[in-house]
């Protein structure tokens, strides 16, 4: 899902028929112009959400292998030495 995330934000701005005109005007400023700075804090927000996602998923797997669900090399279980 994150690399999804992080895909949209490389990709959609790198189209640029999509902002390649000058209206509508914000502010004064051509299309083209405010469009590409809308995009900063869009992919500041996405990469928030891609570092809670990983950040997430690290804290499972640790929580996963310190309940110890897993074979763990040397306690019998037929994994490791002994």
């Known amino acids: 899902m994150s690399g999804i995330l992080l895909a949209i934000g490389i990709i959609v ?3 640029v028929p999509l902002y390649a005109h ?3 005007h ?3 400023m051509p299309f083209f112009y ?3 700075m809308l995009w900063v804090p869009i992919d ?3 990469i928030g959400i ?3 996602l990983m950040t997430r998923e ?3 797997r640790r929580e996963v292998l ?3 669900t897993g074979a763990q090399p040397g306690t019998g279980d037929g994994g490791g030495a002994k």
């Open 13 to 15: 701005p790198l189209i």
């Open 26 to 28: 914000l502010g004064g």
């Open 58 to 60: 690290d804290r499972r």
């Open 50 to 52: 891609c570092y809670l």
């Open 66 to 68: 310190k309940t110890g």
């Open 44 to 46: 500041a927000a996405l």
């Open 34 to 36: 405010w469009y590409q």
């Open 22 to 24: 000058a209206d509508p």
